[in-house]
């Protein structure tokens, strides 16, 4: 029960990502790459204008944490920062750029495919362990992915791109232990803006004079992008990438769900019963906490009824 708070975070943030396509398709006429400079410039002024105000104490704590560490374990401190900067940057530049020019369902298959990548990675590169009844659930998803992909194999190649660069942040970050979470964003975000920067004269277009790109752009920044990123690092301080991972598959059921009613894409019962089926992968991966949490309300029940 002492992990209830990190599912709680986990699950704030993959509603929340769930409903990116609510602010991304009205600026859909924007190049993705503008979309993409404008998110991570304004991501990063705002995290270092936070961080500089009211968390210069971490920050200090931070870099005196670092120092005192050895050489390896800075290398791999480094390399495991930068690297995930450049698996965000990935992932938010392929990601707007299937929303916005392929379609909302290939975007929200990737994050089915993403949760058994990211499960699959962490059992071999972190050596996580899996109960039976997660292994299930690993194959119940891989069969609703591929029931996905039978109807469209270009949307399984999108996702698969948009998939594995989040998975392989998750499964990074896991292993980035012992720094302030809200520092340790602010670092890849600003490592991900110093990074495009050079980029923004030669490939980006005509500064946008429209509020409404800014009005979204700030909304994509702040409520979509800095929250549910500090949210998920939080997740990952207390629970296994993989169940985070695992955990990720509510953000396309969300997405999918906005793709039939909101944005009215054809939806086919092939794509429901795949859908249906992640969703059981959802709750049998999560078994074990769900009836932790059922012992524990019923303990309580019982208890007051004394």
């Not at 990548?117 to 194959?139: D, P």
């Not at 992909?149 to 998975?167: E, K, R």
């Not at 012992?178 to 110093?194: E, S």
């Amino acid at each position: 029960m002492k992990t209830t708070k990190y599912y709680i975070a986990a699950i704030a943030a993959f509603i929340t990502w769930g409903l990116f396509s609510l602010v991304l398709k009205p600026i859909h006429d924007y190049a993705s790459l503008d979309i993409l400079f404008f998110r991570v410039f304004s991501c990063g002024i705002l995290m270092l204008l936070i961080a500089f105000l009211f968390k210069r104490k971490q920050i200090k704590e931070t870099i005196e944490i670092f120092k005192a560490l050895s050489k390896s374990e800075k290398r791999k401190s480094i390399l495991l920062n930068v690297g995930g900067s450049v698996f965000l940057m990935a992932n938010w530049f392929t990601f707007i750029y299937v929303v916005n020019h392929v379609s909302v369902k290939a975007a929200s298959l990737a994050y089915l495919v993403c949760p058994i990548l990211t499960t699959l990675l962490a059992y071999f590169i972190l050596s996580e362990k899996l109960l039976k009844t997660q292994w299930l659930s690993v194959g119940l998803s891989i069969s609703g992915c591929l029931l996905l992909s039978y109807s469209d194999i270009m949307d399984m190649f999108f996702s698969i791109v948009i998939g594995l660069t989040y998975a392989a942040y998750l499964v990074s970050q896991r292993a980035n232990k012992g720094f302030d979470k809200f520092i340790v964003l602010t670092f890849h975000i600003t490592v991900a803006a110093l990074f495009l920067l050079p980029f923004y004269p030669a490939y980006g277009g005509s500064v946008p004079t429209e509020f409404k790109f800014y009005f979204f752009i700030e909304t994509i920044a702040i409520v979509f992008t800095i929250i549910p990123l500090f949210l998920n690092l939080y997740a990952l301080s207390g629970i296994n990438s993989s169940t985070v991972g695992m955990l990720l598959n509510i953000n396309p059921m969300i997405a999918f769900g906005l793709a039939a009613f909101v944005f009215k894409e054809r939806i086919t019962p092939l794509q429901i019963t795949a859908y249906g089926i992640i969703f059981l992968a959802v709750l049998f991966f999560n078994s074990h906490h769900l009836f932790a949490i059922k012992q524990k309300i019923t303990a309580i029940s019982r208890h007051s009824q004394r």
